[in-house]
């Protein structure tokens, strides 16, 4: 069965630079997610679509912008990148009906230099 | 706030031993999920358990939910230098509503042959 796709799997960038991070949800799931990972901490809730509108927000810096497309893709957009910034980025979708589970990506691993 | 706080942080075992680990949690919930995660790897769902069960099975895994003292427990019987990851419960902020799903600080177990 068709999975979370997320590209790419790592990056590296240098202070200040910009990221783009791009995500393929599961055909036909009307949901998407990005969350952010620390070294060994939870993962923290960026923000949501569904139905390519934006959903929910949680603790995405305003530096940090994110879309769905018409092809249900959705990218996170990072400028002004500090180091801060490294973590683990993943993007999860589901069907919005019932609390379905979230189906995750392997992540894309940013390190910020 | 922290939707879910789980307890312990880290456990460590013998291979076929069994490992407990507990969640709590602070508002109101429709369902409560678990997700295991492999080092550097994808959020993997396990097992959902609604608000008006009590307990639940599925394989090797028990989870139970006291809602009225807003707690979770999920059994691990039997384990398994494989079932090595951490493990997360999540709820839905807003009351339960569908939104983001807020994450716990896991629960780190590691499995020894």
């Known amino acids: 069965a068709a999975g979370v796709i997320q590209s790419p799997r790592h990056l590296i960038k240098e202070k200040r630079e910009t990221a783009t991070l791009k995500c393929y949800p599961i055909?036909?799931?009307?949901?998407v997610y990005w969350y952010q990972q620390g070294p060994g901490q939870d993962p923290q809730f960026l923000i949501s679509?569904?139905?390519?509108?934006?959903?929910d927000k949680g603790s995405i810096p305003d530096r940090f912008s994110a879309q769905q497309f018409s092809d249900y893709h959705s990218e996170l957009n990072m400028s002004s990148l500090e180091l801060g910034d490294s973590a683990l980025y993943f993007c999860?979708?589901?069907?919005?009906?019932?609390?379905?589970?979230?189906?995750f990506g392997n992540g894309t691993r940013l390190t910020v230099t | 706030s922290q939707q879910g706080e789980e307890d312990p942080q880290a456990l460590s075992i013998q291979e076929g031993e069994n490992a407990t680990m507990n969640c709590s949690y602070k508002?109101?919930?429709?369902?409560l999920q678990w997700y295991r995660q492999n080092s550097g790897r994808g959020l993997v769902h396990l097992i959902l358990?609604?608000?008006?069960?009590r307990e639940k099975h599925s394989g090797r895994l028990r989870v139970t939910l006291d809602t009225s003292k807003k707690s979770s427990s999920l059994l691990i019987t039997a384990s398994r230098a494989a079932d090595t990851a951490s493990y997360f419960c999540?709820?839905?902020?807003?009351?339960?509503?569908?939104?983001?799903?807020?994450f716990g600080k896991g629960t780190k177990l590691s499995v020894k042959p």
């Open positions: 999860a979708s589901s069907l919005r009906v019932g609390n379905s589970p979230l189906h």
């Open positions: 055909p036909r799931h009307d949901t």
């Open positions: 508002t109101s919930i429709n369902n």
């Open positions: 999540a709820t839905y902020g807003g009351g339960g509503s569908q939104g983001n799903l807020i």
């Open positions: 358990i609604r608000s008006n069960e």
């Open positions: 679509f569904y139905e390519k509108m934006q959903s």
